[in-house]
């Protein structure tokens, strides 16, 4: 195949000027100087769909999201037997141009994947495909190990049906001669430039695929998160605001490569944090003052200090950010359960504690009201932090050098004490507040420009037919997007019920995993505690199984979901509520069957992420400045 595809593109070239002048542009230099990067905005378009594909290189199945990966991607639709010098062969000819550069250029090999998905599923099986892929390059690796060009194909037409209408590809069949091996598919040449939030900037046609225009395109957007994120200035892959981090996304595939970043490069910038207390940020309201807490800059710096220092736990090991990770929103997207000293089980997951301040309730089943006597229950569980007494800390705190005078400089003369070390760590994360985002700046500040129409169908959704803000509602100036209450939704319910399992599936590295049977598992591990929710505080029947409602600002950022994180992504979340929970006697009369499409599922999900705050890249910033209490000092 490539061999034809070559012939076709070079005996195009050696055409007489005239009749040359038909070819695609893509084949030749542009007629025309490329733009400026940067000196052009590319809004988005509309959430990149999904759906089931399979990777040819290995055959298995996966999410089309997952092979897009969590850097930007160009997609191309394409069939291996098209016959037409300015479809697919184009698509596959600046491909390959793109590949080349990338081989070159590491920078652009971490910030780019290029994908393309057969619509020919019934002759481009994974075996044909990797053949075909072999001879166009592609299937390749970077020396650096990112995969350059991934071929995906579906099941069957059926499988493909959806991804088609998502990206408003039109294809239509004719019927081949007998004997006829080709060009028996008609279709517009589509190549979609989709970002790491999964959203379409840019959509090539013939007229305008050229690996220059994609190259300008992708600086362009680039450049775009650099302003946004400090953090991105190293040309390091953006993922989202907060910049690096790893949520394990594609873990699952054998050529997964972990986005963290070296320590010696995690180089902060410690800003005002006051100012976020004292003026929250767009959509936030004023901050209660439930608990008198003496906040000011002494007492913020202090509790700073307190929440990375590692010497708080009971060996040494763990601080509240190890579980609280600034750049993974607070919380830690790389384990479902939070895990403390000795690697001890802790059966919840960490919540974030980006605007913990406006909580009325802390922890999941809420039995806390006030922030600065909640930090005293990880500081003192066996299975977090693990100091056996409030005295034991206080002591150890009295006699490390470095804290000699803070506290006394924070709180008018005093030595430290149980009530103001709680006092120190909640005026630490008082000033967490994280807002300002695209949908504050559209909803609350007018801006028409700042969220896309399908974040904007969410919204109606969401206040709508989903029903969603009747548990975290909108108000008129501001919005925490949580009723402060306690629901159930059948999560804890399920996991009440016995595991008839027979083993499980356990995964050993990227792309390995490993059947275990039960009787193994049960051998070598304890069994899962049982977890009842609010009713352990109250003792209520009622009470079984609830759990305190979240806020859903900066949401996209937090994952993995519910309480115990069994929900690793945020569409998965919405398909959840979809499905209407788990039925149970008690489970919470609003949770319900909702009948959305495919389109009000992504519409949803656009929504949900246009929740990240505008000024988290400062506020993780500042934490990667705070020094990190060691052993040693």
């Known amino acids: ?91 596959m000819f600046v491909f390959h141009q793109l590949q080349a550069r990338m081989a070159k250029e590491p920078a652009l090999a971490r910030n780019l994947r290029l994908v393309s998905l057969s619509f020919d599923p019934e002759r481009d099986t994974p075996e ?79 007229s305008f695929l050229h690996a220059d225009l994609v190259l300008a395109d992708l600086q362009t957007l680039l450049e775009e998160e650099k302003a946004r994120s400090p953090m991105a200035a190293d040309g390091a892959t953006v993922r989202s605001p907060l910049g690096p981090g790893d949520d394990k996304q594609g873990y699952e595939t054998a050529d997964y490569r972990t986005h963290s970043r070296a320590l010696h490069k995690r180089e902060g910038r410690p800003v005002d944090l006051i100012e976020f207390a004292r003026n929250p940020p767009l959509g936030l309201p004023p901050l209660p003052r439930r608990e008198p807490v003496r906040l000011n800059r002494a007492s913020v710096a202090l509790g700073r200090k307190l929440f990375f220092d590692r010497r708080l736990s009971l060996n040494g090991t763990i601080s509240c950010a190890m579980c609280h990770v600034p750049e993974q929103g607070f919380t830690s997207n790389e384990i479902a359960t939070a895990v403390g000293i000795e690697g001890r089980t802790v059966r919840r997951n960490a919540p974030t504690v980006l605007n913990a301040a406006y909580n009325q309730l802390l922890f999941h089943d809420g039995r806390e009201n006030r922030l600065s006597q909640q930090v005293w229950g ?6 977090e932090m693990g100091n056996p007494s409030v005295g034991f800390v206080l002591d150890k705190v009295r006699t490390l050098p470095d804290y000699a005078g803070l506290f006394q400089e924070a709180f008018d003369g005093e030595a430290p004490n149980m009530l103001n070390l709680g006092e120190a760590l909640a005026a630490y994360q008082m000033t967490l507040n994280a807002a300002d985002s695209p949908f504050d700046r559209w909803y609350f500040g007018g801006d028409e420009t700042a969220v896309s129409e399908s974040a904007r169908r969410g919204f109606a959704l969401f ?93 996209a950022l937090t994952a993995p979901y519910m309480h115990d994180g069994s929900i690793p992504t945020l569409r998965e979340v919405v398909e959840f509520y979809d499905r209407g929970g788990v039925p149970n006697p008690l489970l919470d009369p609003r949770i319900r069957p909702l009948g959305l499409s495919e389109r009000e599922i992504d519409d949803l999900v656009a929504f949900l992420e246009s929740l990240t705050g505008g000024n988290l890249p400062a506020l993780v910033a500042d934490a990667q400045a705070a020094p990190i209490g060691d052993v040693s000092h």
């Open 378 to 383: 990880p500081l003192l569980a066996r299975n």
């Open 463 to 555: 206040t709508g037919k989903a029903g969603c803000s009747s548990c975290h509602p909108v108000g008129k100036d501001s919005a925490l997007f949580t009723d402060q209450q306690l629901h159930n939704t059948g999560i804890g319910y399920r996991n009440a019920l016995p595991d008839q399992a027979a083993g499980e599936r356990v995964q050993l590295a990227p792309g390995v995993f490993v059947e275990v049977p039960k009787e193994i598992i049960d051998q070598v591990g304890a069994p899962p505690p049982a977890d009842l929710g609010r009713y352990e505080i109250t003792q209520d029947p009622a009470d079984r199984w609830k759990y305190k409602t979240p806020s859903l600002r900066n949401v």
């Open 128 to 206: 044909a495909l990797r053949a075909y892929a072999k001879n166009m390059g592609g299937m390749q690796h970077h020396p650096m190990g990112a995969g350059q060009w991934r071929f995906l194909t579906t099941r069957d037409e059926k499988a493909l049906a959806p991804l088609l209408a998502a990206y408003g590809q039109q294809i239509q069949r004719t019927l081949s001669a007998p004997g006829q091996n080709g060009g028996d598919i008609s279709h517009l040449l589509r190549v979609f430039l989709i970002d790491p939030q999964k959203r379409i900037r840019n959509i090539y046609s013939t």
């Open 1 to 91: 195949m490539m061999r034809i595809f070559v012939i076709w593109v070079v005996a195009a070239l050696a055409l007489p000027l005239t009749a040359q002048e038909s070819l695609a542009p893509g084949y030749a230099r542009l007629p025309y100087p490329v733009p400026v990067p940067g000196s052009y905005r590319l809004p988005p378009i509309k959430p990149a769909g999904d759906g089931e594909v399979i990777d040819a290189q290995s055959g298995r199945a996966l999410r089309l999201h997952q092979a897009l990966g969590d850097r930007y991607a160009l997609l191309g639709f394409f069939y291996a037997h098209c016959d037409d010098v300015n479809g697919c062969p184009l698509s």
